[in-house]
Each structure stands twice: as structure tokens, then as C-alpha cells.
């Protein structure tokens, strides 16, 4: 985490507070991770939530052990788990582990009433597999990155109800599927996010992603949907306050 911030982490929080992004989600992804991001909640505890998850490529040879470890920690301070899911991009070796950690997890998510962040990279049918061998009771799912297409929203949807991560892949002028796909999803069920440091939104793609771009992404999202910029941002605002315990349902 901090590596991807020269500057450092605290002052990216204060450049997304700055440019209006008052509320940040914090992603688990690995025992290693998880004390920066403690840290950094310690010092904006008004300004962000964190989530405790096992991502799909950050699996290893102890990766139960590693699921037993963080699942001590529970409910703790946590507000969501994740990010796991599936990832089968680089690497297919670890798929029935992935299946696995990411079916625990989920269990985690119905047992303390949490949301879950999902991580689905070329994984999408192992991914609704999943959800659907968990069954009924689960608490809302959040599809992290979202890059899909208005099919996929439609197949996802025949198996859950989600919410949809949308970064900055949505400004890219070779992303015309994914702005298709917003009207299927609708706003209610939209999500602002930026999967930082990468991703970076246009006009800024290709630099380093961070939070403060996020009203960028709400522009092209509103400019794709034909409403008020400031529309988009009360809806969104409303979802995330709902999923992790922001408190209101106007919080920023």
C-alpha cells in the first residue's frame, strides 16, 4: 500500500477528502496488508471503514491456515469481507482453492451479517457457482470492478441481486460495453469506486489511480445515464452509507 503512494497513504486520503470523497472503503487483501490498513483507519477513523478478505491471487500453500487467522478476527472492526472471489487470469492452478477460500468467506459474510466484496476476473462462471451452492441468506454481494457487459449483468442477476463496482475502466474509450451496461444495472444498484493505484480514469489514464479521482468517475456515469452529476452522487452515497455502516444515508 504504501509503496503505490511516494507521497504517502495519509495524504491520499486528504486529497479525497479534499475533492469531496468524504467516505473510503479499504478492501482486505492478505494478512500482510491488513495492519497498514488499520493504521490508516486509525488516523481517518470519520473518513473510512475496512473490509477483511483474502484475495484470490494472494492464495499460497497456507492459505487455510490463513483463513483460520483472519477468521479469529471477526466481527472486530470490520465492516465487509473481501475482496475475494475468483481470479482466473494469470493462473488456473489454484481454481478449486479458490473456490474454496472464496465459499468460506461468503460463510463469514451470511454468519456476521456483513457485505461482501467481490473480486471476478475471468472467473465468472466459478464465481455464480459459488454464490449459488451458498443459498439463501446472504448478505448483499457487491461486484468489485466491474467491467462486464449488459449480458453479464442479466446472467449475474439471474442468480443474485447485487450492487456494481464502477471505476475508472467506465471514462475509457474502449469501454463502450460497460457504458452500455449501466441502464441494465440502473442506479440504485451503482457503486463508485477506483480500484487504485490502477485504473486511473481519463482524462488521467495511465498515471497513478487514487481516491480523489472518484468525481470523475461520477461524471461519466452521470453523462452515460443523462442525469445531474449531482443526482449520481446522492444515490451512490445512499448505497455505500446502506452497505458499510457510513451511519446516514446523505453521508458524502
Not at 138 to 147: D, G, K
Request: glycine share 8%; with cysteine.
Amino acid at each position: 500500500m504504501t509503496d503505490a503512494y511516494p507521497d504517502g497513504c495519509d495524504a491520499a486520503v486528504e486529497r479525497a477528502v479534499a475533492a469531496g470523497v468524504g467516505k473510503l472503503v479499504f478492501p482486505g487483501v492478505s494478512m500482510e496488508s491488513l495492519e497498514q490498513m488499520r493504521e490508516l483507519h486509525r488516523k481517518f477513523p470519520e473518513n473510512t471503514v475496512i473490509a477483511l478478505g483474502l484475495h484470490p491471487t494472494e492464495l499460497d500453500d497456507d492459505w487455510s491456515q490463513t483463513l483460520d487467522s483472519m477468521e479469529d478476527l471477526l466481527p472486530g472492526e470490520f465492516q465487509a469481507i473481501g475482496e475475494t472471489g475468483i481470479d482466473l487470469y494469470h493462473d488456473t492452478s489454484r481454481r478449486e482453492e479458490q473456490r474454496q477460500a472464496f465459499a468460506r468467506q461468503l460463510e463469514w459474510a451470511r454468519r456476521h451479517g456483513l457485505p461482501v466484496i467481490i473480486h471476478c476476473r475471468e472467473g465468472l462462471d466459478d464465481t455464480l457457482d459459488i454464490i449459488s451452492e451458498a443459498g439463501d441468506g446472504l448478505p448483499p454481494l457487491i461486484f468489485h470492478s466491474f467491467t462486464g457487459t449488459s449480458d453479464d449483468v442479466r446472467r449475474i442477476r439471474g442468480i443474485c441481486d447485487p450492487w456494481f463496482g464502477i471505476n475508472g475502466v467506465v471514462t475509457f474509450k474502449n469501454a463502450p460495453a460497460l457504458r452500455e451496461a449501466l441502464p441494465e444495472i440502473g442506479l440504485g444498484r451503482i457503486l463508485l469506486e477506483t480500484d487504485s493505484p490502477w485504473l486511473s480514469p481519463a482524462p488521467r489514464r495511465g498515471e497513478r489511480n487514487e481516491s480523489a479521482r472518484i468525481p470523475l468517475i461520477r461524471d461519466c456515469v452521470a453523462t452515460t445515464l443523462g442525469l445531474p452529476p449531482e443526482e449520481v452522487e446522492a444515490a451512490t452515497d445512499h448505497s455505500a452509507a446502506r452497505l458499510f455502516g457510513f451511519g446516514t444515508a446523505d453521508t458524502p
